[in-house]
């Protein structure tokens, strides 16, 4: 399964609203019902850390203002309004078709 | 609280091995799946490999099958890859990472550079 992100750079002036796009190749619905598509985010030298799980569902000590919404090949991580410490580079990640598990190219953010 | 950290890592010539070693705490390491996920500098980031809470089940990325092998000791609480045939393209941070489906804990991570 290819994942596709856009945009690959996003530069977004404090306190706007942010957007990225991710789309499979096919649809992630799995055999149980679930839909196994999973955001991180990378801040600069740090490793990944899970924001969204299953397409919509926020981590414990993620602030609300990020959200994630989608179904069958189109899915979008929103943040509400862009605070200075969410700079960085943002995946999607699909565990539906696997092997092999697939990221997306990944979308730095950046401010303006 | 869940810790992963990785070791092992360092400098190797082309063609030659590496054993990276994750040590896992705060959770019942035997009852969960567990991966390798690699990151080559400037990059973005590459499932590796997957192996089953038993160690029964195991796959591997195409681009290192044949040449590296995951397995684990549940008494050791322990995750491990054997790189073999290293190449230039290896190099990478490697992280040790909980759950396929989830992803939900990554370690630090531990750098690989293969170079003469």
């Known amino acids: 399964v290819v994942m596709t992100q856009s945009p690959l750079s996003l530069p977004v002036t404090l306190g706007q609203p942010a957007s990225i796009s991710c789309r499979s190749s096919?649809?992630?619905?799995?055999?149980?019902?679930?839909?196994?598509l999973n955001w991180f985010q990378q801040r600069p030298g740090q490793s990944p850390r899970r924001l969204i799980y299953?397409?919509?569902n926020r981590d414990s000590g993620v602030p609300d203002r990020f959200s994630g919404s989608g179904s069958g090949t189109d899915f979008t991580l929103k943040i509400s309004r862009v605070e200075a410490e969410d700079v960085g580079i943002y995946y999607c990640?699909?565990?539906?078709?696997?092997?092999?598990?697939?990221f997306g190219q990944g979308t730095r953010l950046e401010i303006k | 609280e869940v810790q992963l950290v990785e070791s092992g890592g360092g400098l190797v010539q082309p063609g030659g091995s590496l054993r990276l070693s994750c040590a896992a705490s705060?959770?019942?390491?035997?009852?969960?799946?567990m991966n390798w996920v690699r990151q080559a500098p400037g990059k973005g980031l590459e499932w590796v490999s997957y192996?089953?809470?038993?160690?029964?089940?195991?796959y591997y990325a195409d681009s290192v099958k044949g040449r590296f092998t995951i397995s684990r000791d549940n008494a050791k609480n322990s995750l491990y890859l054997q790189m073999s045939s290293l190449r230039a393209e290896d190099t990478a941070v490697y992280y040790c990472?909980?759950?396929?489906?989830?992803?939900?804990?990554w370690g630090q991570g531990t750098l690989v550079t293969v170079s003469s």
């Open positions: 990472v909980r759950d396929p489906y989830y992803f939900d804990y």
């Open positions: 990640v699909q565990a539906t078709h696997w092997p092999p598990i697939t």
């Open positions: 192996i089953s809470s038993s160690g029964s089940s195991i």
């Open positions: 299953k397409v919509s």
């Open positions: 705060g959770f019942t390491f035997s009852s969960y799946e």
């Open positions: 096919q649809s992630l619905v799995y055999s149980d019902g679930n839909t196994y």
